[in-house]
Antibody
Framework: QVQLVQSGAEVKKPGASVKVSCKASGYTFTGYYMHWVRQAPGQGLEWMGRINPNSGGTNYAQKFQGRVTMTRDRSISTAYMELSRLRSDDTAVFYC???????????????WGQGTLVTVSS | EIVMTQSPATLSVSPGERATLSCRASQSVSSNLAWYQQKPGQAPRLLIYGASTRATGIPARFSGSGSGTEFTLTISSLQSEDFAVYYCQQYNNWRWTFGQGTKVEIK
């Protein structure tokens, strides 16, 4: 079955960086875009960006431009999201999600990873 | 950016009753709308895409309707496992946005 398994919880200090991984299985990794979504405690969902696992091409939300880097390793079917210059308000659960985007049209997300809690605290 | 507004913020419903959730887009998104369910401590789960197409394995009591700027998610007869937060998402342009969520709670 299609599955996305993310790396474990992290605790970081302000100003540091965090890199979250998302390992895909059960489908052709390079055939689907991978998106990343942030959810602050008790809050809603916020789109961060996406990566084309085939080409490595990325698109980032303006809010995170300059702080986020999405990469992938095709050999192990894993996508990564790195967020730098962390602040306390970056404390959140980060999700990866497979998307059915095509070159011509954006699409919905299914499935989602289980989420990775990143806590930013001094 | 397309702003998605969901109402109500909280919906109190008794088991077996119908629940109707609304989602409004700040500009037309055609039928490029999805609904997700999220339970505490879990990731969101896709329910509906294309405004009205149920995802694989989703029970028939979940239905979606609407197009343009007004959308509705209906749960025809609430089961205990349906109490959760529901989010709408537009994917009409290359900047995906979500509503703030509707919490469906037990009355």
């Amino acid at each position: 079955q299609v599955q996305l398994v993310q790396s474990g919880a992290e605790v970081k200090k302000p100003g540091a960086s965090v890199k979250v991984s998302c390992k895909a299985s059960g489908y052709t990794f390079t055939g689907y875009y991978m998106h990343w979504v942030r959810q602050a405690p008790g809050q809603g969902l916020e789109w961060m960006g996406r990566i084309n696992p085939n080409s490595g091409g990325t698109n980032y939300a303006q809010k995170f431009q300059g702080r986020v880097t999405m990469t992938r390793d095709r050999s192990i079917s894993t996508a990564y999201m790195e967020l730098s210059r962390l602040r306390s308000d970056d404390t959140a659960v980060f999700y990866c999600a497979r998307a059915f985007d095509t070159a011509m049209a954006p699409a919905w997300f299914d499935p989602w990873g289980q989420g990775t809690l990143v806590t930013v605290s001094s | 950016e397309i702003v998605m507004t969901q109402s109500p913020a909280t919906l109190s419903v008794s088991p077996g009753e119908r629940a109707t959730l609304s989602c409004r887009a700040s500009q037309s998104v055609s039928s490029n709308l999805a609904w997700y369910q999220q339970k505490p401590g879990q990731a969101p789960r896709l329910l509906i895409y294309g405004a009205s197409t149920r995802a694989t394995g989703i029970p028939a009591r979940f239905s979606g309707s609407g197009s343009g700027t007004e959308f509705t998610l209906t749960i025809s007869s609430l089961q205990s496992e349906d109490f959760a937060v529901y989010y709408c998402q537009q994917y009409n342009n290359w900047r995906w946005t979500f509503g703030q969520g509707t919490k469906v709670e037990i009355k």
